[in-house]
C-alpha cells in the first residue's frame, strides 16, 4: 500500500474534476479525499496499490475531459489503512 498527495493547477474547479476524481478513484479501490484549495488548485490523496494510486496520479495529469492542467505536484506519504473515498 502506498499513499499520495496530489496537488492540480490549472482549469480545474467548476469541470467536475472532483467528482470524476471520486469515480476514477472507487473505481479502482482507492482510499482518500479530493477537495478544493481556495488558491483554485484541487488537492488530493489517493491509497491503495502501487500501480492503482500510479494510474489515478497519471489521471490527474489529464483530468476530464473539460479541465486544463498545468501542474500536478505529487508527495508521497506514509499509508494509514484509510477506507472509502470522498468529496471534502
Known amino acids: ?5 496530489v496537488r492540480i ?3 480545474v474547479q467548476g469541470v ?3 467528482d470524476t476524481c471520486r469515480r ?3 473505481a479502482r479501490g482507492l482510499a ?3 477537495t478544493n484549495r481556495p488558491d483554485g488548485s484541487v488537492a488530493a ?3 491503495g496499490t502501487d500501480a492503482d494510486v500510479e494510474a489515478l496520479v497519471a489521471w490527474c495529469s489529464r483530468g476530464p475531459s ?3 492542467v498545468d501542474t500536478v505536484e505529487v508527495t508521497d506519504e ?6 472509502g473515498f470522498a468529496i471534502l
Open 24 to 26: 476514477e478513484a472507487r
Open 45 to 47: 490523496v489517493f491509497e
Open 9 to 11: 493547477t490549472g482549469h
Open 32 to 34: 482518500g479525499w479530493v
Open 66 to 68: 473539460s479541465a486544463r
Open 1 to 5: 500500500m502506498i499513499r499520495r498527495r
Open 78 to 83: 506514509e499509508a494509514q489503512g484509510d477506507a
Open 16 to 18: 467536475f474534476f472532483r
